[in-house]
């Protein structure tokens, strides 16, 4: 679920790690609950069974219409009460004409005031008819922080119903065996609202779910780290760890996953900084000295022993590796696939991942955001660039405003969106948030039975604009590629990249921020600049460019730190 590259360099919120990009803006949360589970542990936990998962998705999404007029119904039944509901004079209707008629198109910053009453500790039917006890914290940010979004019992039953449905269909073209699962999943710290209200992130709400918590005791494939490593509150020590587990258990892994691309690949680039000291703990069966939280270093010092033949079986692998190329599979021979978000923000990541997998199939999860869940992938064998996410008619409300040559039109329905068409996404879900505008612009590129196939564009309010210029995620990604085959010559690659717009001078300009594999030098920047320019290829920029109402990226505008400057205070840990 793929967003956009937040312009500033942010810090991740799940782990105090610096990144250049956004993880939630790519709008998945929990997308890791849906790569851990066999079957054989689904039936186990209930009567889950893949055929019968298949065959229930399969006709409710023939039934997508009458489907969404019960769950609207259902959605405004429960909560019929809320004060919210009652203020814009719906009167206890549920029907979707009185429903469009009544409230209001919105944003978050229509409905902060009622959230943040929640958060402080108002207990009545303020957005719900029962209360709220749990607050989301978006790692996405509106205008430079994060957002708090209520999260609810029914948001996670939306949850397990998304990583049923899209196990279901992975299973069945790449079915995995008992064994683990090598998952680079970060659980942040939650904290208390002014209200006592529990929060966190929703990845972190989700993981310290009760229902979360049977579900892993039951599983065949469980994550090969202990809880301590998850929930540590030290990013890298916490990623050490994964990697080490993961080898220690090299055999038994099955799938290597993380919620996005981007943790996948950083991870793997630990991995060629760190692999000699990686051996060297499990030559010696001695944990790193890196490793300083108690917690951690109690929970690894049972899993780690001397086996010093697993560590020259690694050394020797990796020294037989030409540029790490093929070092998943190599390290993982009977993994069977690699899942994470891939599309939207994350796809300059699966360039690396690919040469990091070489055949072993990538997989995209599925797309929802903070706000709650919105569709599946049911179509995983499909190569990323074509990945598309059936929308589940059950799991909320969905209305689509049509967005054609920056026009804005009245919101359609479900079944009602065109092919070829984009839109944007508005959701009313169980957690109190109705005809919410997500900002997330999708294309529908057809339909599973009676419901939109969807694939993600990008982010509405995410643009980079001075002028009348209006570039986005997919435009800059284009333009970063572009130039940065300029650095193939040098042996230089772009790891990561983000960007904003500069308007401290007249005319304003472009700023972007590039992390290099090695040093470049300002000649290469200057042809990078030149040719980041004509890439761009948004008629309001050239034209803005043309009569000089914005100046083009100039050499000191490409900011760029090498990798190993990123990594140095890491390493030197």
Sequence with gaps: ???????????????????????????????????????????????????KVIEDFEAMTSDAERIQKETLKKILEQNRYAEYLQLV????????????????????????????????????????????TTISLSSGT????????????????????????????????????????LQFIYGSKQF?????????????????CSKFKETMKAMQTPCCSPDEVIFGLEFHQSLYCHLLCGLIFSDEIQLVSSTFAHSIVQA??????????????????????????????????KLLKPNPELADSVYRKCLGLSNWYGLIPALFPNAKYIYGVMTGSMEPYVNKLR???????????????????????????????????????????????????????????????????????VVTNFAGLY?????DIVKVMGFHNSTPELKFVCRSNLLLNIN????????????????????????????????????STDPGHYVIFWELSGEASQEVLSECCNCLDKSFVDAGYMSSRKDLLLTSSRPQDVLALTTARCCKSYVAM
């Excluded at 679920?1 to 810090?11: E, G, K, N, S």
């Excluded at 709008?27 to 851990?36: A, E, G, K, N, R």
């Excluded at 206890?92 to 500790?121: C, M, N, W």
């Design 355 to 425: 040469h990091y997998a070489v055949d072993l199939p990538l997989l995209s999860a599925d797309y929802g955001s903070s706000e709650g869940w919105i569709a599946a992938n049911v179509n995983p064998k499909v190569p990323i660039e074509m990945t598309t996410y059936v929308v589940l008619p059950n799991i909320g409300y969905f209305e689509f405003i049509p967005i054609r040559d920056s026009n804005e039109f009245l919101p359609v329905g479900l079944t009602e969106v065109k092919i070829g068409e984009e839109y944007e996404v």
């Design 268 to 301: 793997f680039r630990t991995f060629e900084l760190l692999w000699e000291e990686l051996c060297a703990d499990i030559q010696d069966g001695t944990l790193s000295s890196r490793i300083t939280v108690p917690s951690i270093r109690a929970a690894m010092s």
């Design 435 to 439: 005809r919410y505008r997500l900002g």
């Design 468 to 503: 009348i210029d209006k570039n986005t995620e997919k435009d800059l990604q284009i333009s970063v590629e572009e130039a940065a085959k300029l650095l193939a010559a040098e042996k230089l690659e772009v790891v990561d990249f983000s960007s904003h717009v500069d308007l």
């Design 142 to 181: 509106t205008q430079g922080r994060s957002k708090f979004v209520p999260f609810n019992d029914e948001l996670m039953e939306n949850t397990m119903q998304i990583y049923q449905t899209s196990f279901a269909f992975r299973n069945r073209e790449f079915p995995i065996g008992n064994g683990k699962a």
């Design 192 to 208: 208390q609202t002014k209200g006592g209200l529990a929060a966190g992130t929703a990845t972190t709400n989700v993981y310290r």
């Design 1 to 51: 679920m793929p967003r956009f590259h937040q312009y500033l360099p942010t810090f991740t919120q799940d782990a105090k790690a610096p990144c250049l990009y956004d993880k939630s803006e790519c709008s998945v949360f929990p997308c890791f609950l849906q790569t851990l589970i066999s079957v054989k542990m689904l039936e186990k936990i209930g009567e889950f069974s893949m055929e």
């Design 89 to 132: 004079g719906l009167g206890g209707k549920t029907d979707p004409e009185s429903f469009k008629r009544f409230v209001p198109l919105v944003t978050h910053k229509d409905l902060e005031p009622y959230i943040q009453r929640i958060a402080d500790g108002d207990s009545s039917p303020v957005l719900t008819g029962k209360p709220i």
